[in-house]
Structure formats: structure tokens, C-alpha cells
């Protein structure tokens, strides 16, 4: 997002021009405003990026599309300790479930659509850093603990099934840009600590010296988690050195991790005599990672940009998880015997090298006499993987910790190639001062291979292609400068990632993280969405937005549970299931105070009957069958998302906000049909409040209360069978009991900071 200052009669091609010359350096920057001081009344407009790569862009008022934008600088004044916390409380349509338990590792829902760290969920949602995809191509997932939020200049949300941003853009995309040292000079130094033993330090410095400049930020977390055995260490760094004169810019940026986090699960409602207990435990997440980005802008002239970016990135994950023994108490078909191994403990890794390319160039111009901007190019991302699992039989201690009581046994060995080649392109054209039509088109061809590594499964060697031409048309009609209306069809596409296409087959399900076998593959999940908006002003200081849309997807495909445990099942393709809502959003400020509010309502169901094993839920048949039917609503996404944000400055060194949530009932997972005893998990709402004080020029205190009034609730639930129903939560193998499990939210958290900077 940039904002450039441009006069309010111009064409879609000046104020694209205008954004172009505002992304230059100073020198040209200066020319460009000296050239407009004759201009009498300037207007500020703001520029979308409309590609994963930043480009010219194009105005907010001729995107046909609800895109949602936030600054850097207002996301860290309201001191999260977390990128998702602030979409939580901030993003229209957006919510996040704790399904890991780890408050940095949620699943983050947008109109329906998840992007998730959790390997098996299925995802619907892309995610950008500086135009590279930070899905992971091993499993889609987003790990969202990588980047420091001290890196963020600006996070884009673009709704729909958007074919620019290419694979897995069913429901929407997100566009991250860094900072530099050319938008960010000084430095600043943070300490923050409070509730659950959390405490941090973060740094950060940016400069320019000539046509050069350089910014470095890098944070140590250490929180001890407010449940048990929940504890993480978050280590992130960020760096980014520049050179730009008047006609080209490059960029080399590194991003780095190396992060502990640990889980809690989710718990059976019989444990909620006390909330923080673990399931089982120890559960575990390793994740390292290294990214290098090398960007780079060129102006042949005042028409014509090129933009171009190559990347390498390596990506380790470790994972250690304790799960109960679904199969106790089962006579063994050889043995004879019952199987009295209560649990096992699984340890996996993922070794991935993801490496690729972005190429785009615009061309602004006139066609058939109207301002137009061309945009065309390609894209290709690769990456090898190394999946492995070994498995140890355990036993569990009255606490519920599982100890080993033998070796370690291999059980999955595979290597996996993905490679993605697409061709886009996007025209912008101003049929006149108040219509724009946009068209958009990109063909991805995606290749994955998988091959065996035991010598024990050769059915698993496989080779997958996915192809599809996905094409976009929107158009806007603005009758007065406070006035915007749009219209807008999309297509997208989401190709099976390895852990689906390993974990197809019912009758040999897999747990998470996943085993793999040799299943029928399974087909791609289309999307297509329309939308329909309205947007303006009133005043100068109001903005409002009202959107309704549709999004329908064919061949979807849905992790079904099929066992004791909640984390075992498979993936299918459920026929068709649809997300259609309305959103309206209003913001205001009056003298010192402002006020956010918006409103989504999603209704998420499915289109097509079908039949899943789900023998936790209460209406299951003998053989522990389910039938979905058209109708019914997807588990885990609410009907109604309520928020409000209040900002007060009290003085102008002293600013305060609060945060108002609600989110309505939601289904758990496992009770796709709505009819399960326990019915839905409860709605609820959570305040938060935040305060800013600026004690000298150099020196600002903070502080930030989390869930102000200690409500218990929680955000995510699914069906399973609790094997602890001893005395004080023991195992009890010969007593299981259908329970729902749910994820309780945190409780009342309190946390101070302060922040020096200088220039």
C-alpha cells in the first residue's frame, strides 16, 4: 500500500503514473511535488499492489474488491504480542482458533478460508512476503511465528478467489511488505514483560547514506505459556540492504527463525474443572528457517516498469507428539490378545529447500484513446522435501505424560518435489472518469512428485499435475469523489498438497502429523467467487464499506476424523460446499477520539451430501457413519463476528484504545452434521485494552491488558473419545466416554514495555 498526493479529477493513468514517480527516489520524488504546487486542492489517494510483486498499483476506488490495508506503525500501536492477535481484533471477517494450543502457532479464518501451521488442514488461504509465497510447499501450512512484526511496513487482504495470486487462493490472499531503510531511519530498543512469564527484547536500526541504505531488526521471546507445558522461545531476525537511483531500486533481504514452541491440545469439556491442563503431553514444534530475497524495480521510462525477484529458502521442522493409543484394548488379529500399549509417541521432521522466481512488467498507456495499464508476467516456485515419522510405543503417567517403553520405529520415509510455473496478466481500463474494467487472467501448472524412501511402500511413488486457466473480471463505477461501487467474478484454484494426496483412503487413515500410504489421488478444489460493494466517505473524517459475496467450491476437500483421536482421519473430496456473507465496516474520529466498527456475517455449508466415519459424534450409525447433508454448516466458522475499536487521545502524549470481539457459536469438527448431543460450542466476547505514553521525545511507555474481564471461553472444538475418565483424569482405557474437545482461550493477561528511539 503507498498513499501518493494526487489532484481529484485526474485519470486512473496520472494517478498511476503519480505512484509510479512516488516510489522513486528523493530527487525525482521532490521534482514530481514542486510540479504540483500549483494545484489548488490535492486529495490523497491510496495505491493497491494488485500482484504479489509491488508494482504501480492502482487506486483503492478502481479495485473491485473489499481490500482491507494496515500500516506497520499502527500495527505496533496496539502492542500484540502477535501478526494474527492484531488481525484478530482488527480485520474484518478474520478470526483465529487456538487448535495447537501455542498463542503463536493459530489457525487464522477469513470468510471461512484457513490459513494454518497445523500439516493436514486444509488451506484456503496464500500468504506473501515481499511477492514470495510463504505457504509452505510441503502441506500449504503458515507458520506465522517466522516474521517479527517489527518487519512489517504494510499487510494487504485481498478477498476472493483473486487467480493473481495464483495456487491456493480460494477465499483470499494476504501481501506483506517489509521495511527499508529509506522509509524507516533511526532506531529504536523495546523490553516488555508481564503475565505467564512472558518477556522480550527487540531492536531495530535503519539508515541510507547516499543511494544505499540498510535495516536490521531481530527479537528474543521467552513465554512461559498460561497453561501447562505450553511454554515458547521466540527468536526472529529481519534484514534488508538497498541501493536505488532514479530509475532502478534492488533489494536483498534476509528473514530468519529459530523457534520452540509447545502445545496444550485440545481437552475434553471433563477437564474443564481446570482449564490450563494438558490432554497429554509433551506435544512440541521445532521450526527453523532462512530466507534470501533478492528484488529489484527498473524504469525503462515513465511507461514502462519491470519488476523481478528470486529467492532460496530453507525450512526445518521437528515435531514431537504424545497421543493415545486409539486402537487399546483390540484384539489383535495375529496375537489373539487385547492390545494394551496405551499410548505412543510419534517424532516427525521436514527438511525443505524452496527456491523461485517473479517476473512482471507494466506497461501504462492509451487503448482505443482510453488510459490503460498492462500488467503481465510469471512466476515459478520449486522445493524439495524430506518427510519423515517414527513411532514409539509409551505408557502414561497419572499426570499424562507419555514415557517411551521401547525404540523408536520408522515409519515414513519420503521424498517430495513440488514445482508451480504460472503465467498471469491484468488490464486496467478507464472506460471513462467514473468506469473502470478490469480483466484478469493466470494459467498454473503444478507438479508433485512423491517418492518412498523405505523400500517398503513403492505404491506411495506418485506423480501429480494440477493445470487450470483461472480468470478474473471486475468493474467499478465511482459517480462522485465519496462514492465507489463494484462488481467482481473470480476463479482460483488449490492443487492437493502431498499430506492429502498420501492420506486419501478411509479405510487406512493417517494421524497428524501425517503417515503416508499409498491412496487414490484425489481431484484440485476450484473456486468461484462474486462480489458485490459499495464504499465511501462521509466527511472528512468517516469511511464506511458494505460487501455481500459468494464463494462456491467444487471438489472441496475436508480432513474427516475417523478414530479415537481427533488427529487421526483422512482427506476426501466433499463435492461442493459454499461461504457467502455480507461485511460493513465504519470508521470515524471526532476531536481526540476514533471508532472502528464492523460486522460480517458467513454462512459456510455444504452443497453436497456425503457420507464420513465420525464415531465421537452422538448420531453416528453402528458403523459409526455420518451423513452430511446440503445445508449443513461447516464446523468452526461462526455466523456473526462483531468488532470495535475506541482510540482516545488524552493528551497528545497519551493515547489509550480498546478492542471489543464477539464471535457467535460455532460447530466442532466431527459434527459435520449438526446433529451431535453437545451441540454448538458457545459464542463470546473479549475485550482487550492498550495505552501509549510518550514520556520524553525519545522514551514511550505501553502497556496491554488482554481479556479485561477473565472470560472463559473457547474458539475451537472437535469430537473425540477421552481415555481419561480414572480418578484425577487417569487413563482408563476400559471406560472411554464421547466427549467434545475444545481449545479454551487465554485468560486475563497483563503486560508493560518500554521503547527508545533516536534518529
Known amino acids: 500500500m503507498r498513499r501518493c498526493i494526487t489532484p481529484p479529477n485526474w485519470t486512473p493513468m496520472a494517478l498511476a503514473l503519480g505512484s509510479l514517480l512516488s516510489a522513486l ?29 509491488a508494482g504501480l498499483g492502482v487506486p483503492l476506488d478502481r479495485i473491485p474488491a473489499n481490500v482491507q490495508v494496515m500500516s506497520g506503525a499502527k500495527l505496533r500501536t496496539q502492542h500484540h504480542a502477535s501478526l494474527t492477535d492484531y488481525f484478530s481484533d482488527n480485520l474484518t471477517s478474520v478470526e483465529i482458533h487456538s487448535s495447537q494450543g501455542n498463542p503463536y502457532q493459530p489457525d487464522v479464518d477469513y470468510r471461512g478460508f484457513t490459513a494454518s501451521p497445523l500439516l493436514g488442514t486444509p488451506q484456503g488461504l ?83 547514506h547516499g543511494k544505499l541504505d540498510y535495516f536490521l531488526t531481530l527479537n528474543d521471546e521467552r513465554d512461559g505459556g498460561w497453561s501447562d507445558h505450553n511454554a515458547s522461545r521466540i527468536r526472529q531476525l529481519f534484514g534488508k540492504l538497498g541501493y ?63 519488476n523481478a525477484n528470486a529467492y532460496y529458502r530453507s525450512y526445518r521442522n521437528q515435531n514431537l507428539s504424545s497421543n493415545v493409543n486409539g486402537d487399546y484394548g483390540a484384539i489383535g488379529p495375529l496375537s489373539g490378545r487385547p492390545d494394551t500399549v496405551e499410548a505412543n509417541n510419534a517424532i516427525s521432521a521436514i527438511d525443505q529447500q524452496s527456491y523461485g522466481f517473479g517476473l512482471q ?31 514409539q510405543d509409551a505408557q502414561f503417567t497419572p499426570d499424562r505424560n507419555t514415557v517411551g517403553i521401547g525404540d523408536y520405529a520408522l515409519r515414513t520415509d519420503a521424498k517430495t518435489h513440488n514445482g508451480d510455473i504460472g503465467l498471469f496478466m491484468t488490464d486496467t481500463l478507464s472506460l471513462s472518469d467514473r468506469v473502470t474494467l478490469t ?40 459517480p462522485t469523489p465519496r462514492l465507489s461501487a463494484y462488481a467482481a467474478y473470480n476463479e482460483g484454484m488449490r492443487s492437493p498438497t502431498a499430506i492429502e494426496l498420501a492420506c486419501a483412503d478411509p479405510a487406512a487413515p493417517c494421524s497428524l502429523p501425517n503417515d503416508f500410504i499409498a491412496d487414490p489421488a484425489l481431484r484440485p478444489v476450484i473456486a468461484k467467487t462474486v462480489e458485490l460493494g459499495l464504499r465511501g466517505k462521509l466527511g472528512a473524517a468517516s ?55 464492523s460486522y460480517s456475517y458467513i454462512a459456510a455449508t455444504y452443497r453436497t451430501a456425503f457420507t464420513e466415519r465420525s464415531p465421537s459424534n452422538s448420531s453416528a450409525d453402528a458403523n459409526g457413519n455420518i451423513v452430511v447433508r446440503p445445508g449443513d454448516r461447516m464446523p468452526g466458522i461462526p455466523d456473526s463476528i462483531f468488532k470495535l475499536r475506541l482510540d482516545y487521545a488524552v493528551t497528545p502524549s497519551w493515547h489509550a484504545g480498546a478492542n471489543l470481539s464477539y464471535r457467535s457459536a460455532i460447530f466442532a469438527r466431527g459434527d459435520e452434521n449438526n446433529r451431535d448431543i453437545n451441540g454448538k460450542i458457545a459464542g463470546y466476547a473479549v475485550v482487550d485494552l492498550d495505552t501509549t505514553f510518550r514520556a520524553t521525545r525519545s522514551l514511550t511507555l505501553f502497556a496491554r491488558v488482554n481479556n479485561l474481564f477473565d472470560k472463559r471461553y473457547a474458539n475451537f472444538g472437535s469430537l473425540g473419545q477421552n481415555f481419561f475418565s480414572g480418578p484425577g483424569h487417569t487413563f482408563s482405557g476400559n471406560d472411554v466416554t464421547n466427549e467434545q474437545f475444545v481449545s479454551p482461550g487465554a485468560p486475563r493477561g497483563i503486560w508493560v514495555g518500554l521503547r527508545y528511539a533516536w534518529r
Do not use: C
Not at 292 to 304: C, I, K
Open 361 to 391: 512488467l507494466t506497461l501504462l498507456g492509451q487503448l482505443a484513446g482510453m488510459p490503460n495499464q498492462f500488467v503481465a508476467g510469471t512466476s515459478g516456485d520449486f522445493a524439495n522435501s524430506r518427510f519423515s515419522q517414527s513411532s
Open 25 to 53: 527516489p528523493v530527487p525525482a520524488a521532490r521534482a514530481h511535488s514542486a510540479a504540483l504546487t500549483d494545484v489548488p486542492s490535492l486529495a490523497t489517494t491510496v495505491v493497491i499492489d494488485t500482484t504479489p510483486l
Open 126 to 208: 496464500s500468504v506473501f512476503q515481499d511477492g514470495v509465497r510463504i505457504n509452505e510447499p510441503f502441506g500449504d501450512v503458515v507458520n506465522w511465528d517466522l516474521l517479527p512484526q517489527s518487519a512489517i511496513k504494510s499487510v494487504q487482504l485481498i478477498p476472493g478467489s483473486n487467480p493473481l495470486f495464483g495456487l491456493n487462493t480460494l477465499g483470499g490472499a494476504l501481501a506483506i511488505a517489509t521495511r527499508s531503510g529509506r522509509d524507516s531511519p533511526g532506531g529504536a530498543a523495546e523490553v516488555t514483560g508481564g503475565s505467564f512469564g512472558r518477556r522480550g527484547v527487540e531492536f531495530e536500526q535503519g539508515g541510507r
Open 543 to 597: 469511511s464506511w464499506h458494505v460487501s455481500v459475496y459468494r464463494t462456491a467450491l467444487l471438489d472441496d476437500i475436508a480432513f474427516v476424523s475417523s478414530s479415537a483421536a481427533a488427529s487421526s482421519g483422512y482427506f476426501q473430496n466433499v463435492g461442493q460446499t459454499r461461504r457467502q456473507g455480507v461485511e460493513a465496516q465504519l470508521s470515524t474520529r471526532s476531536g481526540s477520539v476514533g471508532v472502528t466498527a
Open 244 to 306: 536505488a537511483d532514479e530509475n532502478s531500486s534492488i533489494a536483498l533481504s534476509l528473514s530468519a527463525a529459530d523457534n520452540d514452541l509447545q502445545g496444550a491440545q485440545t481437552i475434553p469439556r471433563s477437564f474443564l474443572d481446570n482449564f490450563r491442563q494438558a490432554y497429554t503431553y509433551p506435544d512440541l514444534n521445532l521450526n527453523r528457517a532462512t530466507l534470501f530475497n533478492l528484488s529489484g524495480t527498473h524504469f525503462f521510462n515513465d511507461q514502462v516498469q519491470l
Open 439 to 478: 480483466a484478469s487472467a493466470r494459467y498454473d501448472h503444478a507438479q508433485i512428485d512423491i517418492a518412498d524412501q523405505t523400500g517398503r511402500q513403492p505404491l506411495l511413488d506418485g506423480n501429480h499435475s494440477f493445470s487450470r486457466l483461472n480468470p478474473a473480471l471486475g468493474v467499478t463505477f465511482n
